[in-house]
Each structure stands twice: as C-alpha cells, then as structure tokens.
C-alpha cells in the first residue's frame, strides 16, 4: 500500500520493523522500489535476497524483477535473472518464460527472447504474443506474422492484443492482402469492436493507402477516442487526402472533442503548398491556447506548417522558441531552409551535426545493441549528403553490411542532386530504376543534376527515355494566398477564371524585368533545344 502510494519511506520501515519475513515480503518491498523508478535500491534488496539462499526466491521475485527490465541498459539484468531462474529450476513455469520473452525483447535481444520460445515446453496465449508484439517493436515484421501464423495453426487462439500486433506488423510492412485477412480472422472472433483492434485496423488500412476501409471503420466505430482520430488525420496526410483531414478536424473542433497533441501533429502534417496560411495560424493560437507549445511533434509541426505556407520567419520563431530540440526539430529547419533556396543556411546548421549524428549512428548497435535498418542507413546518406560530403556519402553505401534498398539509392541520388555530381548520380538513378521501374523520381533528379552541369542533351535522352517507359511526373505546383483563398497554378495554366489578367501582367513585368537587367536561367529548360530556339522559346513562354 505504502510502495503504491509512493511512500517509500514508509514502506521500507514497516519491511525493517517485521520480526519474519517471507519470499512475498521480499518481492513487495522489490517490487515497490523499481515500480517507482528506484532500481538501485530495488536491486540491492535483490541481492540481499538472493544472499539468505536462491531457495527464497519464487516466480512472483523473477517476473517482478523482469518486468522492470525493459531498455537496452539493462539487458546484462535480464541475463544474470535468467541464470538464476535455471539455478532455481523455474524454467519451465510459463509465467517466467513469457516474463523473460517479453524482458530480452524490451532490451534490445531478440535472438534471446526468441531462443526462449522455442526452448519452452508449455506456451499459452501470452507466450505467442510476447514473441510476436516483441518482434514487431524490434521491426521484425516479416518474422513476427510468420510466428502468428504457427500460432493460428496450432491449438491456442489468439487475443485481441495479438491481432493489435499484427495488425501494427501488417501496417509496417504495408501489405493489404494480410492485413484483410487478419480483419476477417477478427470478425470471425468478435473482436472487431475493441478499441484496440478499432484502431490497429483503421492504421493498417490507412498505411496501406486504402482510406476508404480506414474511414468505414471509422464512421461504424460505436466511440471513438484520441488514438483513433489521431491515426485517421495521420492516414489523409499520409494519402495525400489534406482536405478532407482538414474537414474532419473542423467537424472535431465544432463538436466539441478535446484535442491533444497527437491530433495536433497530425493536422498539422498535412500542410502543403497549396495549404491556407489562416488555417494554419489558427492551429498555431489553440497550440498557445493549450500550451502544447512544449511538445516536440507539434513545435516540429509549425516550423513545417510555416515553411511550406511560405511564412520563413515564423518557422524560424517556432524554431527558436523551442525550450529543447531533438533530430526532427533541427531536420525540419533545415528542410525548410532548403525548400525556400537559401542552401547555405540550410548546410550552416547541417555541417555542424554531422559528427554528432555519425555518433549517434554508430551508439545504436555499439551500446543500444540496436541492429539499424534501411532508413537509418537511408538517414546518414542524406545527412552526410546536405553537408557537401558526397565521397563519405558513397563510401558509406559500399561499405554497407547490408544490400542497399530503395531508401538508400533514393538518399544517395539526393545527394548527388545537393552536390551537383552526375556521374555517382546516373549510377544511383540505375540502381533504384532497377528496384522501382516506374518511378519517375530517378529521371527528373538526374535530369535536374544535368541542368545543373549544362549537360543539355544528357537531360533531354533523360527525358526521351522517362517517355519512352511511359513514366510521367507529378505536375509541379505553385501557389499564392490571397483573403484566406489558395489560388494554384501549372505551366501554361488557363483555369484559373482570371488567367487572361494574370499572363497580361506577367508579360509587362517580363518587359520591366529584363529592362532592368534581368535574364532568364536557362539551366532547367525542360528539354533539349538548339541555342535559338531556346531563345525563341523563353520569349513566348516566360510570361
């Protein structure tokens, strides 16, 4: 009682003034010192324990103590608590085994917790899903639906923590087809009306792109709460469905819903160029409002909301005002330099960190016995890339342990394209086009990197054979924000109602412009043209 109200003090004299004590007095006065945070105290009592005779200890004192051993610190923990559990013959309780599964997965061993499993005789319900949850949270999701699918074979049924986690695994991994299977695995079990599932489905659908499934789970939800909100404003942005994020918020706000900081985030990962800046800064009055100001994912949202609305200062002033930053917060700065052309800036905050972030990097599998994936690899390319160190960019691929994917030749082509290099960059455009064919990213990069270099006629068979495959890009967009209406426009542009004033303007400040001076770049015309009829061509088309 006195350990759960955070009376240490308290506890610890009643557990000195009792004439005996008991294996359950040990493990309550344990018990009490790590579940609040106390781990030096709760594992001296330990040992004091562990001194009267390894007979003292029971299955309460090995889940107790295994319980608190969650983070990568305290991994030689769970080890020496394993020894004792086969010295003290509990290896095979299944309680035990499933306390130590779930405590090697928190550390950071997943090859322990696994060999774990498989040595168990008897497994329940908690033993599949500690290995599997486990596997997920380590970003073995390939491994973990394999493990569920041993487990849906067998004779125990799974619970709705169970589908939760491979739902999450389904969701990592983006793969639909198993995701629709595990749905109808829980409506054929009636757990399809749980919170927990509610959300995992609507997550896994929206990761996967299908919002439609995402929303019908959504509106047929008999109570919705913040996770769930959060997950289906985070899907749109992620689809690129902004408005209809930005309706289902209002709607939130107009009926009264509590607004956290998770659903802030996410309404604030959807703005885009063509995004309302008023909109934006009435998000930014309920963050003072609420004093959200603090949290690290809405502060990162403004610094993005203000850059992409084209409002520099104010993503800098967001910035500034951040009582602490961590790795997104100075990405998200840097990001919003480079998006409004000042590179130098952008490089002045990158070149800085990037000793930093190779300690960082290299501190995962050194200390945290943290194995990094693609997108950490992908994540020191780039960084190495935005400071201009191109050659450790691409000695850091070769020397990669692992065969590179997509996120890693993505990272170099953009570094290639920051740098300036066309050659490494053709051969990082020939690598991914080997893994995404119809990605149009590769040619319009390597095209760009070519404009650069005045390579004209590289560009344009860069160009010809993006056609030939018939993979198109995006359209380019600009925009501009007048009395809170977004007016967009293309090249060449005729819908908007006022187009034939705007290009008349345009043409008289065309005239005015090159009165005083100015001449077009003629780096990043869109094809290859002789000398004059690139000339001819700015003529007609620069307004």
Known sequence: MYAKCRALGNALKVFDEMPMRDSVSWNSVI????????????????????????????????????SACDGVDLLRVSKMIHGLVILSGFEGEITVGNALITSYFKCGCSGSGDRVFREMGDKN??????????????????????????????????????????????????????????????????????????SGLMDMYSKCGSMED???????????????????????????????????????????????????????????????????????SLVIKKRFGANFFVSNGLINM??????????????????????????????????????????????????????????????HHINPRMEHYACVIDMLGRAGLLSEAKKFVDNLPVKPGILVWQALLGACAVCGDSELGKYAADQLLLLEPDNPTPYVQLANIYSGEGSWRDRARTIKKMKEVGVSKETGKSWIEIERKVHSFVVC???????????????????????????????????????????????????
């Open 306 to 367: 203000y850059s992409k609305c084209g409002n520099m200062e104010e993503s800098m002033k967001a910035f500034s005002r951040m009582p602490q930053r961590n790795s997104v917060s100075w990405n998200s700065i840097i990001a919003a330099f480079a998006r409004h052309g000042d590179g130098l800036k952008a490089i002045k905050f990158h070149v800085g960190l990037v000793d930093k972030g190779m300690k960082f990097f290299e501190s995962m599998s050194k200390f």
């Open 31 to 66: 018990s009490g010192f790590l579940s609040n945070g106390e781990f030096e105290f709760g594992f001296k009592f330990l040992k004091r324990m562990v001194g009267l005779g390894i007979g003292q200890l029971d299955q309460a004192t090995f889940t107790t103590v295994l």
């Open 493 to 543: 542009d005729q819908m908007h109602p006022q187009s034939e004033t705007i290009y008349a303007v345009i043409a008289e400040l065309f005239l005015q412009l090159t009165d005083e001076g100015y001449k077009p770049d003629k780096r990043f015309i869109l094809h290859y043209t002789g000398q004059n009829e690139i000339e001819s061509q700015l003529e007609v088309t620069a307004p």
């Open 125 to 198: 319900v908690v033993t599949w899903t500690a290995v599997i949850s486990g596997l997920v949270q380590t970003g073995l999701c390939e491994d973990s639906l394999s493990v569920f699918s041993l487990m849906h074979g067998g004779l125990v049924e799974p619970n709705s923590v169970t589908y939760s986690s491979v739902l999450s695994a389904c969701a990592s991994l983006q793969v639909i087809q198993e995701g629709k299977q595990i749905h109808g695995l829980v409506l054929k079990q009636g757990f399809h009306s749980d919170f927990c599932i509610e």
């Open 214 to 284: 995402a929303l019908q789970i959504f509106y047929s939800a008999d109570k919705l709460d913040e996770v769930s909100m959060t997950i289906v404003l985070t899907g749109f942005a992620q689809n690129g469905l902004e408005n209809e994020a930005i309706q289902i918020f209002t709607k939130m706000m107009k009926a009264g819903i509590d607004i956290d900081p998770n659903m802030v985030s996410a309404i604030l990962g959807v703005f885009g160029s063509d995004t309302s800046l008023a909109f934006g800064q009435q998000i930014h």
